[in-house]
């Protein structure tokens, strides 16, 4: 009860300030020509997020479109894109719940962590089939070169230390640039096997005890 309780805690207080965020952006930005759901805010940073709800939007700062060719932009706009059209805000909402629910449990921290970056990934899945991988991981590190990313006005605190940061970038273009290594059959079959095992055990234990 307290975790979902929570739960609902986070999701409400998420809605209010996407909410008072949104009507700060109508004030603060113009829209991009064409493209009446991505926002342009007057700021030398580079910086792109987005906003989900009703009328979810994404946005990008002066600076970022300054610092990125027109296909580097696209790469980062598909990007925000996919957070929205995938809904990673409620995934994040509820690891952000548990983590503030159990503050002593440092797995719920981890957890947050590696769900952070994770949805980083998936979007990143998404932007690499309309851009390229090269294209993708140019940008991102681009971005991060200039170590003054999203510290444009309106744009989402990055919590995490400078290593942290340096440590999931770099994970997020090895992806890209690195081919995949293949698992090999057996190790495949192996893990097929534990995962059913976990499935079916503990019901058969259960029924049979």
Known sequence: MHLVLNLALTS????RQRHRHRELLSLLSSPLPD?????????????????????????LSEGMIELLSAEQLEAVIAHERA??????????????????????FPIATRAQDAVALLVEMLADDYARRIVGDSVLAEAIELVDGTSTSGAALGAPKDRRTPEQRRTDISARVERLTSPPRSVPPAARLVVAIVAAALVIVPPVLVLTS
């Open 83 to 104: 957070h929205l059209k995938q809904k990673h805000h409620l995934l994040l909402d509820a690891f952000r719940s548990w983590k503030r629910a159990l503050p002593w």
């Open 12 to 15: 409400a207080r998420s809605r």
């Open 35 to 59: 493209a009446p759901s991505t926002r342009i805010i007057d700021h030398p940073a580079p910086a792109a997020y987005c906003l989900p709800g009703a009328r979810s939007v994404t946005v």
